[in-house]
């Protein structure tokens, strides 16, 4: 079953999108994210694809974990 593409908070999706875009400046990874790269990948296999994107969103989750421990 897969993920729905809306956040839980569609107001916040802007928001979103610049901390993926400052999450893949951070590792070097910002011609990898959809807003700067609209081409087809659909000839890119899904190993291609993850390996490409996958560290964007470690990135993001890593850093998502150090905000909440902040406030903790």
């Known amino acids: 079953?897969?993920?729905p593409k809306t956040p839980l908070v569609p107001?916040?999706?802007?928001?979103l999108t610049?901390?993926?875009?400052e999450c893949a400046?951070?590792?070097?990874a910002l011609q990898y994210?959809?807003?700067n790269n609209d081409h087809?990948?659909?000839d890119l296999t899904s190993y291609e694809n993850g390996k490409q994107g996958g560290p964007i969103g470690g990135q993001m989750v890593k850093r998502m974990i150090e905000m909440a421990e902040k406030q903790l």
């Open 18 to 21: 610049k901390f993926k875009i």
């Open 33 to 35: 994210i959809k807003e």
């Open 25 to 28: 400046k951070e590792i070097g």
């Open 40 to 42: 087809y990948k659909g």
């Open 11 to 15: 107001s916040k999706r802007e928001q």
């Open 1 to 3: 079953m897969s993920r």
